[in-house]
């Protein structure tokens, strides 16, 4: 029995191949896609994955259990990334790794400064960086013993949550919206058009942005981004 249990504790440590392994990593994030991503570096790495959508999931995840990392996208649907990086950074009982992300490169001096110990800026696609951004920050001892081969792989999302993450950005702008859900649209678009590589959709972020910080009348700019989104769902766009 006593072999069986050894054999169980060992098999849950880090090893090179699998450098994350027996790690839990709570990802809070919005974008079905930068989360597909995520969740495959996390498989490859041997870490396990749970997600929250916003601020009040995390809350709900934080109160149950506590992760080994937490990776905090900067922009949420109830508030900043920033405020629940805040409080993670404070806490009496603090997650050893706590990492911001954004499609925005500026916004990892927001991330610092809330108390992150590091930021990763999407597309996160490279295995080594994500590996590397989450065992600069954890002790020595949950290290993999041994060198460890660092990996030039990259992995790809699947498109179907992509398709998601664009199916719900053509719900919202469905409705009538204030500024404040304009902004969190165009954040929104943004992230996922950076994580997906299209210039066209982060283009089109940028100009409903700008519309609403420069209080424009943003019908031009939402008309763009509906039928760009609508070219891509229906195929005859890229995806």
Known sequence: MTDELTSR????KPTPERPLLGLTVLVVEDSRFACEAIRLLCLR??????RADC??????????????????DMGLPDGSGADLIRELAASDQRVPVILGTSGESLAETDALAAGADGFLEKPITSLASFQNAVLAHLPSDEHPRGPRMVSADKIAPDPIALRDDLSHIASVIAHPMDSDQMEYV????????QSAGDSDLASAAVALQSAVHNRLPPRT????????????LTGTGPI
């Open 9 to 12: 504790l060992n098999a849950r």
């Open 55 to 72: 601020l009040a999931s995390a809350h709900r995840h934080l109160a149950v259990y506590r992760p080994s990392a937490v990776i905090v």
């Open 186 to 193: 165009a954040q929104f678009l943004s992230s996922v058009a």
């Open 221 to 232: 700019a939402l008309g763009d981004i509906s039928d760009l989104v609508d070219m891509r």
């Open 45 to 50: 790495s041997g870490a396990r994955i749970r």
